[in-house]
């Protein structure tokens, strides 16, 4: 079984929809979890922290579910910007050792 | 502007050239690593480097070779690389961190584009 599981999609959503994205993970030792976004031919860049009590940045909600080892992201009101690939990490704790998702591809449409 | 300086942007190189990736951080990170990554795939590693040692190999092949000389620097050296072995060659580094509860975040560099003819 992979470190880190995600839907590969692609996602086409119309501008201002709501789309989550969720990833699962199958060591219970993880640690950190965090959301990267990563535009084409660019290099990945770090969309959020996940925290366990769950946390916003703008229309961006990302969700932590321990029991089930899974976490979310949450983009309201989609722009046309926000088409990229999200990819899910995971980190087992103050190691270096981080595991990728396969990432999730999003396409928001005009 | 990225944190982590990679150059060359793009590189192309016949099987036979040796060449070498470097990338730089001055933010005091004290571990780097390089991920290759192939076309419509997540980031793959290859090498960690924690406190200018080499803690992780992930049974890359020896046509690859890392070099980390000081804290700041990594880099990674090429010969008789096969066709194959052309990928986005990511240059990343971490330390834990203090805004983020103790987690250790990676920050890419932009990219070397490698192709191998």
């Known amino acids: 079984r992979k470190e880190v599981e995600q839907d590969p999609g692609p996602f086409n959503v119309p501008e201002g929809a709501t789309v989550a994205f969720n990833c699962t993970y199958s060591?219970?030792?993880?640690?950190?979890f965090f959301w990267y976004r990563q535009d084409c031919r660019k290099e990945p860049k770090l969309l959020m922290s996940v925290y366990s009590s769950g946390n916003e940045d703008g229309r961006f909600t990302a969700q932590l579910n321990r029991a089930s080892q899974y976490i979310s992201l949450l983009i309201r009101d989609s722009k046309l910007s926000d088409s990229a690939t999200y990819l899910c990490v995971v980190n087992r704790g103050s190691g270096n050792q981080f595991y990728f998702g396969t990432g999730t591809s999003l396409t928001v449409i005009p | 502007d990225t944190e982590v300086t990679q150059t060359p942007k793009h590189l192309v190189m016949g099987m036979t050239n040796k060449k070498s990736l470097k990338c730089e951080q001055h933010m005091g990170h004290r571990a780097m690593y390089w991920y290759k990554q192939k076309a419509k795939k997540p980031p793959e590693l290859m090498f960690v480097?924690?406190?200018?040692?080499?803690?992780i190999n992930e049974s890359v092949p020896s046509r690859f070779s890392p070099e980390c000389p000081n804290s700041s620097l990594l880099n990674l050296h090429l010969h008789a690389l096969q066709p194959e072995d052309s990928a986005l060659y990511l240059c990343a580094s971490s330390i834990r961190d203090r805004g983020s509860r103790g987690a250790n975040v990676l920050t890419f560099g932009a990219g070397s584009r490698l192709t191998v003819l």
């Open positions: 060591n219970s030792a993880s640690q950190s």
């Open positions: 480097y924690s406190y200018e040692k080499l803690s």
